[in-house]
């Protein structure tokens, strides 16, 4: 759903039109390299002032991708056995890009 149908959805019921977005599974179509793009995307409506978003949940690790389980087999260290996660490099991007979205929104507000 968009930001727009699920603000409208949460005030339906009475309660604050406020989002934590997950930036993975639905949103990136359960690729893990899409997340980057999800979130130029969410920082872009963070930084045009959009104040109903109040997080975002990245799926992030050291090393991208994700591993089995396997008895016997060594694990790489630093990436995920569960979900695929976008690796270090990648979250650093995200994160610079959000943080830079959330200043630029703090600066329309105080200009209000």
Do not use: F
Not at 66 to 71: G, S
């Amino acid at each position: 759903a968009s930001v727009e149908e699920a603000c409208k959805a949460i005030g339906n019921y009475g309660l604050a039109a406020r989002l934590m977005i997950d930036a993975s599974h639905a949103n990136s179509s359960k690729k893990p390299e899409n997340q980057v793009p999800v979130c130029a995307d969410i920082a872009g409506q963070i930084a045009g002032g959009d104040n109903r978003i109040v997080g975002v949940m990245v799926e992030s690790h050291l090393v991208a991708g994700r591993q089995d389980l396997v008895p016997g087999k060594e694990l790489v260290y630093g990436q995920s056995v569960t979900d695929g996660c976008i690796d270090w490099d990648s979250s650093v991007q995200v994160l610079e890009a959000l943080a830079s979205a959330v200043r630029e929104r703090r600066r329309i507000e105080a200009t209000r």
